[in-house]
Each structure stands twice: as C-alpha cells, then as structure tokens.
C-alpha cells in the first residue's frame, strides 16, 4: 500500500523552527521527487518546496526561501523539511506528496494526510 505520513507539525513561536517528517511506504521511495505543498486557513494550495529523487536540485516558493530546507534519506524512506524563522503566515497544513517520476515536475500522484502547523505567540 502506498502511503505518506507526515509528523512534525505542531504551535511554534513567530521566529521558531519545527522539523516536518514525511515516512513513506509501499514504493521505491528513491525512484521519486518528493514535495511539500500547503494549505493556509481559507486559502489555496500553495508549492512550498520540492525535491529530486536524488536529493539534488531543491525548490522553494519564493515566500519560503532562505528560512525553509528539504532534505531526503533515502534509506530511511523520509523526506524532511526543516522551517525555520516562522512567521504568522506559515500557518497551514502541510502535505507531503509524491511526483510521477525522479524530478518534481509534473501531477502529484499520492498525498498524505497533512500535519498542522500553528505559528503564533
């Protein structure tokens, strides 16, 4: 069964850091982009960051640059993302979710459940 869980999420300070976790299952993790994408209370979805396969060339929305990082190992099936200097407007639920191939470009085929993240003092 092919499966994403993510964890990680939770309150953080305006100015904290959280580490998401994505675990995923049920596939050849290291054959796939990886992504994180999120949705902010009445918003739509939002690109955050992404990932080849390899763990090579990483994307970021420009609303995240320089304060987020994703990074993948492969040999624990796990693609993480690293946030930090949060602000008010990171408040969302993030998805991880996984590519049709080895680069982030194209549909995202399989979607976690979501993990919660509350930036807020």
């Known amino acids: 069964q092919v499966q994403l869980v993510e964890s990680g999420g939770g309150l953080a300070q305006p100015g904290g850091s959280l580490r998401l976790s994505c675990a995923a299952s049920?596939?050849?993790?290291?054959?796939?982009?990886m992504s994180w994408v999120r949705q902010a209370p009445g918003k739509g979805l939002e690109w955050v960051s992404a990932i080849y396969n390899d763990g090579s060339d990483p994307y970021y929305a420009d609303s995240v640059k320089a304060r987020f990082t994703i990074s993948r190992d492969n040999a624990k099936n796990t693609v993480y993302l690293q946030m930090s200097s949060l602000e008010p407007a990171d408040t969302a639920l993030y998805y991880c979710?996984?590519?049709?191939?080895?680069?982030?470009?194209?549909?995202?085929?399989?979607w976690g459940q979501g993990t919660l993240v509350t930036v807020a003092s």
């Open positions: 979710a996984r590519g049709g191939d080895g680069s982030y470009f194209g549909a995202l085929e399989v």
């Open positions: 049920g596939f050849t993790f290291s054959s796939y982009g």
